[in-house]
T-cell receptor, first 112, second 113 residues
């Protein structure tokens, strides 16, 4: 069966520090991968998605970047965190087009 | 671009009350629709989905949704809610050639015992 792992679960980082959140999927190949940010009252904002290795689409301009170095690995990064980067980040994957998305447990990022 | 809107941001109901959460989508062509639920402290999970066929879709835990093409709507319903239905509910639609999933702003449902 397919599983998705996202870590860490919580993270507290100072302003200006780098960020690396990792997400891996097991039990499937060539998934579509997604990074969302969830904020109260704003729902799930799609940040990045990827349909293949090295293929990244950015949805909103921001201080973050994403990379997909391997088929089932998706990384969310920042060189210098801002206070406004605080939030709850979710990784997700889908299989063939138009199928349901499966979500990781999320990372609560607090920038101080 | 495809989008979804959820009109109710916060809903408070008593147990046994009926529920209807609104969802409207913008795309007028072939459309597939999802409802996801996030229970407190848990990850997002699929509640139900519509791809084609019968516009009345049954999901888990007694939930259902009706796809009304003429109204661009996919409202979520449950005849009698329980305290355990307290959660946040999200409507979603695929976009950009089904490469990504776009979510609404969510509805927080609080069911009081």
């Amino acid at each position: 069966s397919q599983t998705i792992h996202q870590w860490p679960a919580t993270l507290v980082q100072p302003v200006g520090s780098p960020l690396s959140l990792e997400c891996t999927v097991e039990g499937t190949s060539n998934p579509n991968l997604y990074w969302y940010r969830q904020a109260a009252g704003r729902g799930l904002q799609l940040l990045f998605y990827s349909v293949g290795i090295g293929q990244i689409s950015s949805e909103v301009p921001q201080n973050l970047s994403a990379s997909r170095p391997q088929d089932r690995q998706f990384i969310l990064s920042s060189k210098k965190l801002l206070l406004s980067d605080s939030g709850f980040y979710l990784c997700a994957w889908t299989g063939p087009p138009n199928t349901e998305a499966f979500f990781g447990q999320g990372t609560r990022l607090t920038v101080v | 671009a495809q989008s979804v809107s959820q009109h109710n941001h916060h809903v408070i109901l008593s147990e046994a009350a009926s529920l209807e959460l609104g969802c409207n989508y913008s795309y007028g062509g072939t459309v597939n629709l999802f409802w996801y639920v996030q229970y407190p402290g848990q990850h997002l999970q699929l509640l139900l989905k519509y791809f084609s066929g019968d516009p009345l879709v049954k999901g888990i835990k007694g939930f259902e949704a009706e796809f009304i093409k003429s109204k661009f709507s996919f409202n979520l319903r449950k005849p009698s809610v329980q305290w355990s239905d307290t959660a946040e509910y999200f409507c979603a639609v695929p976009a950009t050639g089904f490469q990504k999933l776009v979510f609404g702003t969510g509805t927080r449902l609080l069911v009081s015992p």
